[in-house]
Each structure stands twice: as C-alpha cells, then as structure tokens.
C-alpha cells in the first residue's frame, strides 16, 4: 500500500514509524527545509522561549525515550529529541524536505498527491492512502480589526514574539490567559515599564514540580478520572498541602478559579509569582482595537499601549488543498467518513487540548494505522455518517480533550492497550500507572504508582470498570484467578448507569454533573 505522509513533525514521523513496521510503503512530504513542526526553530510556529508543557516522563514517544536531561524540554531539545527519533528509525531517508503539498484528489481509484518544491518544480503522484499530519497551530487567530496604518502601536501574534529585549520601557499589552499569554506576559514583566495582561476566564496555572514531583506524575490514567469527582475545592486543598507558599500567592493574586477540569493545568510556574509581585497587572477582557491603536476593554474603559501581543489561539487548520474534504465529515475527527483511506492525524479542532502530544499523536497514527492494514475496523458507512452527523457540526463549541486518557482510548481501538475483558491485569497495569508512555508499548508495562492517587478510591473505578465488561468475562476472569469473589460482588454492586468504561470516558464540558462524561 503506498503510503503519503503530509508533514514531518511528531505526527508525521510516529505515521511514517508505524506505516514502516506495518510493511506499507510510505513517502512523506515536509514543506521546509528540516523536520519537527512548530517544534523547529526555523519554522516560525512558535515564540522564543517555549518549553513542552509535559515532562521527560511523560512525552516521548512509547519506543524512544529522550535522551535529554531536562526536565521540561526547550524547543530545539524537542527537535533534536524528534531527529534521533527519526535517526535510530531510519525514517529520514522517506522523507522529502522543501516539498510542500499544495493538491490531493481522489481519481481513477486512487489518490493524486501534487507536490511543489521550494523552486516551484510540481510533481503529481499515486498513492493508496493520505495522512495529514501538517499540524493546527499555524495561523494565529487575531481580531476582527487591527489598528490603522501608521498607528503608534506594534501589534504582533505570538509566534512573532522573540524576547523581551525589544520591548525595555514600554508599555506593552499581552492579550489571552492561556498558556503562550502566560509565558509571554512573565518573560516580559522585569523587562517592560509596564505589562498588562487581558484575561477573559480564569485558568488553572501550576508549577512544573509539585511537592517534588513532576505535575503530570500526580495522577495516573485512572487517577485523572477519579480525581474529576473529587470537589474543586477540595482539589484545590490538596495543592497547597503540595505547595502552600505558591497556592497563598495565587489566592491573593485573586485569579485561581474556583471551578473548572481538574487536568486542565496550565504549565507555568512565573505568571503567579509575577502577578503577586506588581510586575504583570491583569485587566479586564480584550474586546477591540479603537481606530488610534488604543484597546478597548470588556468593562468600557480604553487605554494606549507602545506594543500588543496577542494570544488568542489558532486557526483551525486549512485543509483547501484537498478537494471534496469537509472538516464536519471526519469520523472521530480523524478519518473521512467517504473515503477512511484519507486520514487526518491532527488534535480535533473543537477541543482545548492538555496532555502529551507524541504519545497521543502515537495513538492516533496507531489506530489509523491499523485500519488501514486490516487490524482494526471502522463501522460502514451509514454508521460514519451519522456520528458526523450528530459530532461534527458544531464545531465553535470547544470542549477539554484529555490526551493523556485519550491515548487509553485510541490503544483500545488499536489493540495496542489489553482489552480487558481479556487481559485485565495487562490493562489495570497500564491505566492504574503513571502516564509513563513506555507503558504503552505492547508487553512493556509495569506498575509505577502516581504520586497523589492515594488520596483517590481506585478500587472503586476498578469495580466500576469490571461492571462494564460482559458477565461472562467476568465470570472468565474470577475463573482465571484475575479477580476473586469479592471483586465479582463489588462489580455486581455498582449501580447502573455508574459503570466506566474501559475507555475511560471523562467530563469533556463546563455544566456536565461530575462522574458525568461526554
């Protein structure tokens, strides 16, 4: 099956790994000049400064663990970690740098991939299936109005931002509260005469070490489930027994949410003290540019800014290039429901995505994987077309993606994480662990303990996920010795509509009751 990979960052290189071992023959096409994505330093996708979000534990790849010592990685750590990864593989040699696809079309029963190099030389090839790994955060969101020319303000997009360096006494705006308004607004508040920060909503921002540990090590799969029950508050008391002088200053900033996703952390451990200090003044929510450069506030009030950097996320990913694809028509965002021989391996676009990204990028490109070489099923047709249907079609209304309990799902979809109406002690061994991704690797896992999942009923999201498997797999596994008796009856105890299933299904909206999950 000839295979075209569309991109060579983490998505790209885990579809080109797999499609390999697969026995497929796979091409793959980078438009610049070397690989890993926004993780490429030359790329231009991301601002100066940027770290990983998740830990060396937690993001590479389940075959490849990094050979870096840091503990949150930099940019060109993260490429240089993809470089061997694509190194050790062997995958460098299939990929086509300085080729950009600019067409893919279904004709004559197969795919027409047109390609065009940085001379612009075009070339039109054949092929049985097409990933699209190219990535979404490409194109920065902006307003609806930008100052007008010859405005005395430099407004610029996050990716532009390159240190604080060019901004030393002025007055400077960093619009958005997510993770990049963060980082940004902190790096320039001991750099700036002054640094306002335009929040909308408040986010939960946490150190990359709690207590000691790294913070995607508190909770294991099953902990990040577990712990979505336990009221808000009452989370927020486990925090600051973990780090009481950071939680004191984050109350007094008066910017800690008082609700929201327990695993919805923002990763940055300078913003709160930064705040606390006087160095990063919060106010209210951006809402448009006046005709003179000045900002517009949601409360009414207006005020003159030297510099604007705004942070308002990305544009949902352009996929023009391929003729006849409509994003409302990908079956679990991934796979077009006409044709599943065409497949997108990108984070879906409605959702704010926390967690690792090669591990989940490793999943998706998994479970596509084996699809298309037979190891796994999609429902027909008719079936696609109506979780489209009912899915896709509101796609603004943004919902939390967890990617960590994500990875459990699309390995079960897969068949690379134990089924566990067949090997139960296989699948406990991985969700009940830390989200170490070498766990995932087939035949690989071992039990690693979470640091806080002591404070979490684990034996009671084991019960319930017994109590979603078939009676007679159930009886199977007591007959196996996998479970005892008081397994069975503590399964049987579970009322009905509390069973989990073994996916690992979890809160994905604002509203839903907990232990309610999308």
């Not at 940019?75 to 061997?84: I, T």
């Not at 952390?265 to 160095?279: K, L, M, Q, S, T």
């Not at 030297?306 to 796979?335: K, N, Q």
Request: charged letters at 20%; aromatic letters at 8%; proline letters at 7%.
């Amino acid at each position: 099956m000839r295979t075209v990979v569309i991109g060579a960052g983490p998505a790209g290189l885990t579809c080109v790994r797999q499609a390999r071992s697969a026995g497929l023959d796979v091409v793959c096409h980078e438009k610049r000049e070397d690989l890993g994505g926004i993780w490429n330093p030359s790329a231009g996708g991301a601002y100066a400064g940027v770290r990983m979000q998740s830990s060396r534990m937690s993001m590479p790849f389940s075959d490849h663990p990094p050979g870096f010592a840091t503990a949150f990685p930099t940019q060109p750590e993260v490429q240089e970690y993809l470089r061997s990864y694509a190194t050790r593989f062997g995958l460098l040699d299939a990929v086509s740098f300085g080729s950009e696809v600019v067409r893919v079309a279904k004709a004559d029963g197969c795919w027409q991939v047109t390609t065009r190099t940085t001379d612009g030389r075009e070339r039109t090839e054949r092929a049985d299936a097409v990933l699209v790994a190219n990535g979404e955060l490409w194109r920065p969101r902006l307003p609806d109005r930008l100052p007008a020319p010859g405005a005395p303000v430099r407004v610029l997009a996050a990716p532009e931002y390159r240190g604080p360096a060019a901004f030393a006494g002025c007055r400077v705006l960093v619009v958005g509260g997510g993770v990049s308004g963060a980082d940004i607004a902190a790096d320039l508040g001991a750099a700036s005469a002054h640094v306002d920060w335009s929040v909308r909503r408040r986010q939960l921002f946490l150190p990359r070490l709690i207590g000691g540990a790294y913070n995607d090590a508190l909770f294991s799969y099953a902990g990040r489930v577990a712990v979505e029950e336990v009221p808000y508050p009452v989370y927020l008391d486990w925090l600051t027994e973990c780090i009481p002088e950071y939680m004191a200053m984050y109350r007094a900033t008066g910017l800690l949410p008082q609700t929201g996703f327990h695993g919805a952390v923002h990763v940055n451990e300078r913003i709160v003290p930064r705040v606390h200090a006087g160095d990063v003044h919060p106010v209210p929510a951006f809402e448009r540019f006046a005709e003179d450069g000045s900002v517009e506030f949601a409360d009414g009030s207006r005020r003159g800014y030297d510099a604007v950097v705004l942070c308002l996320g990305y544009e949902m990913p352009d996929y023009g290039f391929i003729e006849g694809l409509r994003r409302e028509d990908l079956y679990e965002h991934h796979f077009w429901r006409h044709d599943p021989t065409l497949a997108v391996v990108n984070t879906p676009v409605d959702t704010e995505a926390f967690g690792t990204a090669c591990p989940y990028f490793e999943a998706v490109a998994g479970w596509v994987i084996a699809v298309l070489t037979g190891k796994a099923a999609l429902p027909d047709a008719p079936a696609r077309a109506d979780w489209c249907a009912r899915h896709m079609g509101a796609l603004h209304d943004r919902r939390y993606l967890d990617c960590w309990l994500e990875t459990v799902r699309l390995g079960l979809l897969s068949g690379t994480v134990p089924d566990p109406a067949v090997d139960f002690a296989g699948y406990w061994t991985v969700v009940s662990s830390q989200v170490a991704p070498g766990n995932l690797e087939p035949g690989r896992a071992t039990a690693i303990p979470a640091v806080l999942d002591g404070r979490l009923d684990l034996t009671g999201v084991r019960h319930r996920i017994l109590a979603a498997l078939p009676a007679h797999a159930r009886d199977r596994l007591l007959a196996e010795a996998v479970i005892d008796r008081d397994d069975l009856a503590a399964a049987a105890r579970v009322p009905a509509g509390r069973e989990l299933a073994p996916w690992l299904p979890y809160r994905q909206r604002e509203g839903e009751p907990r232990g309610v999950t999308s």
